[in-house]
């Protein structure tokens, strides 16, 4: 298990040795999601200012082990997005600028002006037969855009797309893309036609993504403490919803076929069956960043909590 903390510590965890295996301390802000690519994994953050500093945003590939960089590359704005890897270079966006680096050596093999900033973790699809890559904005009155393998960027808006989108994108089967905004609307993208369509689900502030259960329905929490699920085939038709009491910023994490795995803004750690609370327990700090699980039958989470923690429970 890898974790970085905002404040630029970086960690390396081995599941049943019950200890920290390595530290490294980064000279940086961590805000973005880490990757691993070609043994590597890759980190991104900015420093100093991030509305005024030029050249703020940092990528690093570090062994695994933590305990050598590969290489560093500075870029021009803050890093505040996972990256993605595409076709042997990473793809990372530094402000509103989407650079293409060579994974192996970290240089700058091209780059395209995007829309706005990004803070939401892109996915990988196609669009007909290309690769490509689908971003969602923080800027109001933008919508999404795709860039294909060949830079070519194309953006598409819906009528409804008119507040920021924060929650990671969901990638339903490679041929629709499902994007959660700050006024609680569902955009559904058909890679297809590339047009969107919008539902809305909820009166808050949905930012945590979401997930895809037996893949026939939908769950997400949002600003009101709701978890909720709705159907697959249609966004309106709500099957059921939790009440958390308390902000849900992250997004479930799915454990089997019908359980799933919620954490709040309070510290609560909760795992429903449906819409049927079957255990929880509280932490002693926000949880901000959604939770992971390892193993082949899901039976160890791993969250990462505000009291400078990271938890792991077994046995589910």
Known sequence: VYASCHGGLIQRMVHGEQSVIWHYALQYKVQAGMIIVDESVIICGYKGDAQGCKNCGIVESMGLNLSSTKWSTELRGPIKSAPIEMNGQVWVVAGSELFMLDSLNGTIDSSVQLPSQTESRPVKTRYGCTPCVVYAFKSWDIGVAIVDVQGILRTAFSQDIVSPI????????????????????????????????????????????AIVMVGKSIVFGSHDGFIRCVSLSSFQHQLWQFDAKTVVSTAPLALTDTRCLVCTAGGDVIVLQGEKEIWRTKLNGEI??????LGSDNDVIVVGARDSNVHLFVHF
């Open 288 to 293: 901000w960043s959604s939770s992971v699980s």
């Open 166 to 209: 924060y929650a990671d994108l969901l990638d339903l089967d490679s041929s629709r893309i499902v994007a959660f905004d700050i006024l609680g609307y569902m955009h559904d993208l058909n890679m297809d036609t590339f047009k969107i369509s919008s539902t809305k689900v909820s009166n808050s502030p949905i930012v945590g993504g």
